[in-house]
């Protein structure tokens, strides 16, 4: 359903060519001051428009705040959001109209709730993930003082890979590119692959690495609220997410126990392990070292060729899809993934207090 | 915590060495007959001792249900099962009592605990996975009218791979050999790689593909419970695994759209798709098509080595882990992988059949 | 917090002077059709300033979905609506900003999170209620071809009490008196009353009966959900509401057994009871037969006399309160009744229908 | 559903004639001292035969813990545990198996369950409540640094009414007689009147009192969870009761707004109110002043005199009901209602603190 988390908890709704999308956030700590701005900032990196590799959609996403701020500060009352939907040409949609477009979600959602709402995908749309964004912004000025760092980055666009370890990226690269890879020639190579594409009417899927660094030992909920679990979750709920990896992940399951085990060790006066192969979590539990992850994406199914497929009455049809789809989701998918990282740092961060009892 | 399912629910609780091991299921209809002798063949496909690759702990696995069934059949009141514990064989533990064991969870359990239960994990042990096989093997038998189809076998072992399509898996080999790998070749390699690691005390890690046939056109709960996210939850809870990857996941990122969509066709008198990269889910809902993916775990940490570490007064010390440890868990996980695709599978079929309105 | 129900869910937000106050339902089955104007026709019952006796504060209330309706009909996605707060005369609050009022939320509010938002309460003003009826009545179409019938009436105001067994109640007298009591001259009796207060200054409390005819036997989730316990909640959350009673309550409680009891017998072809002290319920689970129950409220805190009190200082000061209250809310509250009502019904519904498993 | 709590959550499971009942807590902080015979001394005062007006059933109630518990010491891992069933005398039943028992949850369990067990009223039996006591001691216990003190005593039984405000009380005579009623003259009478009852195979209902004392200023979730909402929701989980009232309640709502309010004063160097009118909860908020409430019961069902009914076959027969009943379940209630108020009272500690965000 529409609802994540357990404490800090989203609740999200909207269409993506309707009056507007917005969420309602319920549990979010009372006191805390919120900056404007910064989340106009966050929602601006996701946007479509945003440069030459990204949809033609301007989407300026502006938002509004209805409730559960009193001085620039949250009450502890549920917030409401609204972001509206200032650009919505459904007539691209009017040659389409009853057909189920490959790859798509039309079918499954028409088969599941019973009614075809093709403008723009209606809720299956990538349009929501604007919503996260704003959430996800809202919980990292929550988590403000205590010093937990996120930052995410494209990891690989088709076959190209950027040959980097997580641990020597300078994160300051990452948005002097239209690509967000922090690599300025891995970078020049993604952006030409992706306009090659973009000219073909192609399209193209890649991956985003995503780095937590400063979270404290004991976050994560076992048995089945791991802390890997709920992010893994959080991840394969973005839109053409097809795999989550925690760490060196797939790498992992070729290697032997005497290589893969990393030790502890007392050092800068708290416990560390000498190497990280666990990224960060032993039994579903945070150890306070770096946590990494990667994210898998299909390639975006909105291609600008003709397709084969069938309409509602079951007939074959060849459709041309010519709405304004980008040509990769990976670099603007950068922002949703921080932003449900700190979704799930924070809900961690509130559960795994709760429990504690002074006297 | 320590609850899964959103209206099939399943609470576990036990420690590893305690006098049993156990969970109660709310929510499961009434009126099912439940085959208990099908219920132990799932658990002697998980216990320890069950091979020469395997742990030589020889846990039987002898369950009791407490309540919820009548005259053999369900009566939709809370299932309460036991699994006893039999083989506490805690002297294991006696030189390692206070040391953080390399890459296991003794820390985290500590640190967010303030305890320290060195007697097998406790909480942390994969001895917690016998309750998931024997609710599994519930939600597998509420299901059996439905023509749900669903197995698992092992695809790697260390570096040693099947290279063989989901499709053309002959099941009914999977239970011929110890490895579960069903290609007697494949296997053969495998069970020869574990032996020779389990006689240099070194462990492995290994990955396991699971496919799901004949489940309905609507499941899943987007935006937050779509198919896939639950799926990978389930997944990433189970003890070492570290990647979960739908269908061609990973490889899907370098492909365009245009060689991985999936047209829409008709045939059969049911609407199918003529190929399958979707892997049977579109927009979080399953379309009718097989669903299969791939977990991915990290080697044992348990090895017989000499391994550095320190102790809970920060000193460094160096041990040797002699417990009854498996040299490689991805054979016995296999019954685990197929237990919560059937627990996510039978949840999600409840929460569809709920927002129905018939007149 | 600020959800309500388990698969037809409520997420509630909004302060009573700001832009406005709204919800989320998450869990609305798909291809029912809304009528807004019944919408609108609840919403008016109980709006401020509908008449002589309740608060002159002229909220018209009126509201806008915003999404999760496609061609007049429910999509199966989340319904997001918003009432707009039109009359916002917070200057009413300046003399009063850092006192605590006398049986106000004020000061537990300011307590707990923090922040002393006087601004008409904020968000434990009973403004939030209009979000409910709007709620109640998405969720009372939803049932409509189900023939349940959910009506409420005023029982009691201060110490007039309405003499009439409920089976007795012609419910098409309840809306031709501004009290709500379906009885003209107890109607007119209470209306004086109210009046003197009002002219006095002072307020006063009564009491709400509710009656739910047609609902299926078996509805009601024991143990911890039977469907008084989850009645009992609803009504009990209402501003104001200080008991619950399910049927003949606190006087059951003086009878005996023989006194007290149902038989059960065959007629119209169905299993009903030959009285009905039950109230319809056993065992938490209804049993087919009429529903009914009271609310009781506690007389309004906000009076115009002079009262003692303390400021955010410690201090001891003399407060009159001068904002447009109401002398009393209970003929107002009949619909929130109602509303509280049709969403317990329609969540036990859902509930109910999940669990069945047909082959 | 068969789960209480929302951070300290209780699932419960059994039947009164199988083998046990028990439940696991999930959510239970770490580190907390449990003492057993305190636990055992809690579910001796609920448990039947215990004393000459109580049903001659000898139910010990011994229980287990099986999991959760190190060293006398909570884990913060589930905490399951095991109430053995000694005296399953289902032959009882035997001339009742087939028909619906006047007043029962017999036929509505069959109606929802499709599955009639008639062995002592299966789950719907009021043995659970021994499920309740037992881990309201543990949430007792958990609690017991904090100062709260919680205590109820009979307050009615039949017509006999206790005419003593709560805060005259002396809890210490609670447990002096039989009846639980703190004053000696009125236990008297009413230990008569449930003696000469069961003489003639009738019974009675009753109301009982609580008082919540030393509860921090803060508690309660509005707005779906308020204090007060939870608590009604709990106590109208108890078999038998039919009326929630906090503090006054239904005289309150006959009362004016002059006449009910409770002005704020500061002394003892903290705020509290001058009157208690409010009974402790404001806004649904606890205000650190006393809460108290009453819970009223209809009276049991099975009595001992020939009564009409029908069978499964709607055929029309007359029972007499032989089951070793208690004439009076409200002595043996007063343990339940402690149990119920502590596990809100604690759901809610914890709910409040994990809010808290200190730099």
Known sequence: MNTFGQLFKLTTWGESHGKAIGGV????????????????????????????????????????????????????????????????????????????????????????????????????????????????????????????????????????????????IDASQIETNITRCPDADTAAQMELYIKELMNDGNTCGGSIQCVIKGLPVGLGEPIFDKFNARLAQAMMTINAARAFELGEGVQLSSLTGKEANDSYIYTDQKIQTSTNHSAGIQGGITNGMPIWFQVYFKPVSSIKKPQKTINQEHQEVTIEINGRHDPCVVPRAVPIVEALAYLVCLDFMLLNQSYLMHD
Chains 1, 2, 3, 4 share one sequence.
Request: charged residues 20%; proline residues 3%.
């Open 25 to 168: 956030i319920d549990g979010c700590p009372s006191g805390i001051e919120l900056d404007l701005t910064s989340i106009n900032k966050d929602l601006q990196r996701r946007r479509p428009g945003q440069s030459s590799i990204t949809s033609p959609r301007n989407e300026e996403d502006t938002f509004e705040i209805l409730s559960g701020i009193l001085n620039g500060k949250t009450t502890g009352h549920p917030i409401s959001f609204m972001i509206h939907n200032s650009n919505k040409k459904s007539a691209d949609y009017n040659n389409i109209q009853d057909t189920f477009r490959p790859s798509h979600a039309d079918y499954t959602y028409t088969a599941k709730y019973g009614i075809h709402d093709q403008n723009g995908g209606g809720r299956s749309s990538a349009r929501e993930t604007a919503n996260w964004v704003l959430a996800g912004s809202i919980a990292k000025q929550v988590l403000a003082k205590k010093n937990i760092d996120i930052f995410a980055f494209v990891k690989s666009i088709g076959t190209i890979k950027l040959h980097q370890n997580h641990e020597s």
